[in-house]
Nanobody, 118 residues
Framework: QVEVVESGGGLAQTGGSLTLSCAAS????????IAWFRQFPGKEREYVCA????????YYDDSVTGRFTISRDNAKSTVYLQMNSLTPEDTAVYYC???????????WGQGTQVTVSS
């Protein structure tokens, strides 16, 4: 059973930074592509960014390009989301999804709240 755990959420001021972490256990971490999603109150979960299993390729939604950076350390079975230049519009619950690239099985974490004050 694969377990995905997000951490690092909290309160930031406008223009500030936060770093989220996504740790996965129970599988071969380097076989998983990882994506971050976020969910605004009353809205559907939406895609933020993703990283390939090797870390060699990254993808970003236009809303975060240039402000957010996704990276991974396969030795630590962890993916990081560095969020800079935060705005109140980034306030959401952030979720990590680990997708096994050979079986397409996906696993979600429980989410971590990010709140940006104006």
């Amino acid at each position: 059973q694969v377990e995905v755990v997000e951490s690092g959420g909290g309160l930031a001021q406008t223009g500030g930074s936060l770093t989220l972490s996504c740790a996965a256990s129970g599988g071969t971490f380097s076989d998983y592509a990882i994506a971050w999603f976020r969910q605004f109150p009353g809205k559907e979960r939406e895609y933020v960014c993703a990283i390939s299993k090797s870390g060699g390729t990254t993808y970003y939604d236009d809303s975060v390009t240039g402000r957010f950076t996704i990276s991974r350390d396969n030795a630590k079975s962890t993916v990081y989301l560095q969020m800079n230049s935060l705005t109140p519009e980034d306030t959401a619950v952030y979720y990590c999804n680990a997708r096994q690239v050979y079986t397409d099985a996906g696993y979600w974490g429980q989410g971590t709240q990010v709140t940006v004050s104006s």
